[in-house]
């Protein structure tokens, strides 16, 4: 299942890419996880194959697809193509999806039939995606852009091919320790056993300390959303003199991309706004006037020549993940529901990575209440990003419901009730 012969040339398929480039120890460990042999890097991934019929040598069908498209404008958009190989019927069908210039996770396959591909992909998985097919599958397709065999083969010429993929072994430093241990292991084999336990006995190691406890936590999404329009709502967001760039709720805040700082506020909830002085007006009138409407802030940074970001902490939207372990939706579900609650209610979706942090970017031109309300009655999404910008409006960063491993005492502060420090958090003052 991981040979096929497309215009005469024989290619590996149903490769697992993986989103970098993997070499040495890395490659080896990824290879012994999956249980393959092979490997080959293209485009800045690696891809990983099995031994079902013996692959090595041969160049990645994904990567003569990569090559094709990246001489198309619409190289770097999504797209998945159909990829029947040569011979009689019933031919096995190659299935290759890529988006940003990249083979996605998971995104190259061998199917016995085009009727299997199709099957598994499902509707929402190849909805809104360019379609490439070699001319025998055009007509399963409606829309979809044909690709002749003879130039897959040609593009082949000069790629990378599958090699043995390194095998795991043992460092310098411990092959030399597992010598020495074998060599004093017949007869001091105790001391070796207890060697720890003699150290920290005889005062020459202290114990090796315990690790913190660590939590499993998930944002909690309806309570993010509300909050973050709830301060919206809430504090000044329009200032005289001034435009308004950007708005941003950080459910988790790590950082201001205009270089402003606030310590307390890191990893918890934070809502940003950013502004500029209108073109033609003089700094010096502005910035004062500035200072009085950003008074309301908890935090709040002017420059001199009037850029400005105010910063507000909002509630905790962290809550324990206590539940069985539950896999996240598949991509082609999650896609369904997507389009099936969004596609036709005034929101543009765009598909990226999977896994990523923002695996979709949702844009829309409604009203903030509007969209907190339809978002927050979605199960399965999780809102990583809120955002505002006077181009394209409200844009949302969702992705599956993904918990993740904290210490619990930075969870216990993150989570605490109380009240801003408004002596640390102090007034609206001068950056730098």
């Known amino acids: 299942m991981s040979v096929l012969v497309v215009g005469e040339q024989c290619f590996a398929a149903g490769l697992d890419w993986e989103r970098e480039v993997l070499r040495k120890g890395k490659a080896a460990q990824a290879a012994y996880n999956r249980g393959h042999h092979w490997m080959v890097e293209f485009g800045g991934q690696t891809g990983f194959l099995g031994d079902l019929e013996d692959p090595g040598g041969l ?20 797209w998945a193509a159909f990829i029947e190989e040569d011979g009689e019927a019933p031919r096995r069908v190659g299935v290759v999806r890529s988006s940003g210039g990249a083979i996605l996770p998971g995104g190259d396959g061998v199917f016995m039939s085009a009727g299997d591909a199709q099957k598994a992909l499902g509707t929402a998985g190849i909805q809104g995606v360019r379609i490439i097919v070699t001319p025998g599958l055009s007509g399963l397709f409606e829309e979809a852009v044909t690709v002749e065999a003879a130039d897959i083969a040609s593009a082949a010429e000069g790629m990378p091919i599958l090699a043995v993929a390194p095998k795991r072994g043992l460092s310098k430093t411990a092959s030399w320790t597992a010598a020495l241990l074998l060599i004093l292991g017949g007869c001091v084999y105790a001391g070796v056993f207890h060697y720890n336990d003699i150290l920290i006995f005889a005062r020459m190691k202290k114990p090796e300390p315990e690790a913190p406890p660590t939590v499993q936590a998930v944002v909690v999404t309806p309570a993010f959303l509300r909050f973050c329009q709830a301060g919206w709502d809430g504090l000044r967001v329009r200032m005289s003199g001034f435009d308004r760039q950007a708005v941003v709720c950080h ?42 409407m950003l008074s309301g802030w908890p935090k709040a940074f002017i420059d001199d020549n009037g850029a400005s970001v105010a910063l507000a902490a909002l509630p905790a939207v962290l809550r324990r993940h206590e539940q069985a372990p539950v896999l996240p939706l598949d991509p082609e579900r999650f896609r369904d529901l997507l389009d099936r609650t969004l596609a036709l209610r005034g929101f543009v979706i765009d598909y990226g990575q999977w896994g990523a942090d923002e695996e979709v970017v949702l844009s829309t031109g409604r009203p903030l209440r509007e969209a907190v309300a339809m978002l927050s009655a979605m199960e399965d999404v999780e809102v ?49």
């Open 251 to 292: 459910p988790q805040f790590a950082g201001s991309g205009t270089g402003a700082h606030w310590p307390p506020g890191m990893g918890r909830p934070v809502l940003e706004v950013r502004w500029e002085l209108r073109e033609g007006l003089d700094p010096r009138v502005y910035e004062p006037l500035a200072r009085d």
């Open 59 to 78: 160049p990645p069908l994904a990567g003569a697809l990569l090559k094709i498209m990246s001489k198309s404008p619409e190289g770097k958009a999504s």
């Open 384 to 432: 990583a990003s809120v955002s505002w910008s006077a181009e394209g409006g409200w844009r949302f960063g969702v992705r599956r419901i993904r918990p993740f491993t904290m210490l619990e005492s930075r969870f216990e502060a993150l989570t605490h009730d109380g009240k801003t420090d408004r002596a640390a958090d102090g007034k609206a003052g001068r950056s730098g």
